[in-house]
T-cell receptor
Framework: GAVVSQHPSRVICKSGTSVKIECRSL??????MFWYRQFPKQSLMLMAT?????????EQGVEKDKFLINHASLTLSTLTVTSAHPEDSSFYIC??????????FGQGTRLTVV | EDQVTQSPEALRLQEGESSSLNCSYT??????LFWYRQDPGKGPEFLFT???AGEEKEKERLKATLTKKESFLHITAPKPEDSATYLC??????????FGKGTRLHILP
């Protein structure tokens, strides 16, 4: 099956710094990738849709200047959490849809802001 | 508004005790319904895709079924290693997958 690789799996950063998370589709091209956020014991909440070669579209309530998304190639999307604060601590997951309707997920990134 | 509701929120079973998880949905133009398994601290792991009412799929102790309004994930004679959160999700025409809140399943040895 298709594989989506997400890196890093865990990151701890200081408040006020920025953190970049990478999402790669390893064996297929993904014109669209999705970024989710998940709080403990909660479901995945869609943050934004990452479109190759164009601007990302953000869900209501998600600050686009805080969560910068870049989708520069058909196999790589990045999410940068800028000026991170403790309330940004969460589990971030990316996904890419294959040609057959199905979503493939990365392993997730546990972000802790101290 | 498209939405997905899973029940129960949590379920504790004895090893070998079969049961079913429910996923009710309202989506216009459903393109597919997915079941995923998620272990703590990890991303969702794909289990099944169902495309149309009446479809069934099986994998080991799991069987997924689909009607026009809901899907069931049946687990037969579960083992402790089946303990996880099971997520149901639907794919509408805009490709933005909508997830349910999941069912936390705990199998006691």
């Amino acid at each position: 099956g298709a594989v989506v690789s997400q890196h890093p799996s865990r990151v701890i950063c200081k408040s006020g710094t920025s953190v970049k998370i990478e999402c790669r589709s390893l064996d297929f091209q993904a014109t669209t990738m999705f970024w989710y956020r998940q709080f403990p014991k909660q479901s995945l909440m869609l943050m934004a849709t990452s479109n190759e070669g164009s601007k990302a579209t953000y869900e209501q309530g998600v600050e686009k200047d805080k969560f910068l998304i870049n989708h520069a190639s058909l196999t790589l999307s990045t999410l940068t959490v800028t000026s991170a604060h403790p309330e940004d601590s969460s589990f971030y997951i990316c996904s890419a849809n294959g040609q057959v309707p199905q979503a493939f997920f990365g392993q997730g990134t546990r972000l802790t802001v101290v | 508004e498209d939405q997905v509701t899973q029940s129960p929120e949590a379920l504790r079973l004895q090893e070998g005790e079969s049961s079913s998880l429910n996923c009710s949905y309202t989506v216009s133009g459903l393109r597919g319904l997915f079941w995923y398994r998620q272990d703590p601290g990890k991303g969702p792991e794909f289990l099944f895709t169902l495309y149309s009412a009446g479809e069934e799929k099986e994998k080991e102790r799991l069987k997924a079924t689909l009607t026009k309004k809901e899907s069931f994930l049946h687990i037969t004679a579960p083992k402790p290693e089946d303990s996880a959160t099971y997520l149901c999700a639907v794919l509408p025409p805009d490709d933005k997958i909508i997830f349910g809140k999941g069912t936390r399943l705990h199998i006691l040895p």
